[in-house]
Structure formats: structure tokens, C-alpha cells
């Protein structure tokens, strides 16, 4: 079974810290581009980090070097480590990855940032 399980999410005030996890079926891990997206209410989803096979990472422009994201092969687990938060920041953060043409979605884990 192809499953993303999300954890990590919670409330901080502005200037804390997170780690957000992502437990991914062993199969689609071993292969594929893991991806963090995060929805605020009223906005579209977006793209936050992506990290390859091979281990090359990409960022949005917003997090401003804040956010760093990283797989654990051992573990079938992404992270997404982010410091120093913002209220910006709020949204419903989810993990993404593409298996034979088909996207996979984990939950969605809350994470709140208060000023």
C-alpha cells in the first residue's frame, strides 16, 4: 500500500521551531522526489521544499533560508526542519510524491504560528 503519514505539526510563538515528519511506504521512498506543500485558508497550495533521490533540494523563495528539508533512507522518512517561524508560516502543511504517474498526499499536518 502507497501511504504518506505526516506528523511534527503544532502551535509555537513567532521565532520557534518545528520538525515536521514523513513516514512514506518503502516502495515509493526508495524511488521517487519527496515534497513538502503548505495551505493557508484563503490561499492556494504551494510548494515549500523538495528533495531528490540523489539528494538535490529545492526551496521557495518565502522561507528565506529558515526551512531545511532531508531524508532519512534507514527510516522511509522526510523531514522538514523550520525555524524561526513567522505567522506567515501558518498553514496546513502536506506531504507529496508522484508514483507511476499518479500523485500520493499524505493528511496534512496543522502548523500555527502565533505573534
Known amino acids: 500500500q502507497v501511504q504518506l503519514v505526516e506528523s511534527g505539526g503544532g502551535l509555537v510563538h513567532a521565532g520557534g521551531s518545528l520538525r515536521l515528519s514523513c513516514l512514506a511506504s518503502?516502495?515509493?521512498?526508495?524511488?521517487?522526489?519527496m515534497a513538502w506543500y503548505r495551505q493557508a485558508p484563503g490561499k492556494q497550495r504551494e510548494l515549500v521544499a523538495s528533495?531528490?533521490?540523489?539528494?538535490?533540494?529545492t526551496y521557495a523563495d518565502a522561507i528565506e533560508g529558515r526551512f531545511t528539508i532531508s531524508r532519512d533512507s534507514a527510516k522511509n522518512t522526510v523531514y522538514l526542519q523550520m525555524i524561526g517561524l513567522k505567522p506567515e508560516d501558518t498553514s496546513i502543511y502536506y506531504c507529496?510524491?508522484?508514483?507511476?504517474?499518479?500523485?500520493?498526499w499524505g493528511q496534512g499536518t496543522q502548523v500555527t504560528v502565533s505573534s
Open positions: 528533495i531528490t533521490r540523489d539528494g538535490t533540494t
Open positions: 507529496h510524491t508522484n508514483w507511476m504517474n499518479v500523485d500520493y
Open positions: 518503502t516502495i515509493i521512498f526508495r524511488h521517487n522526489t
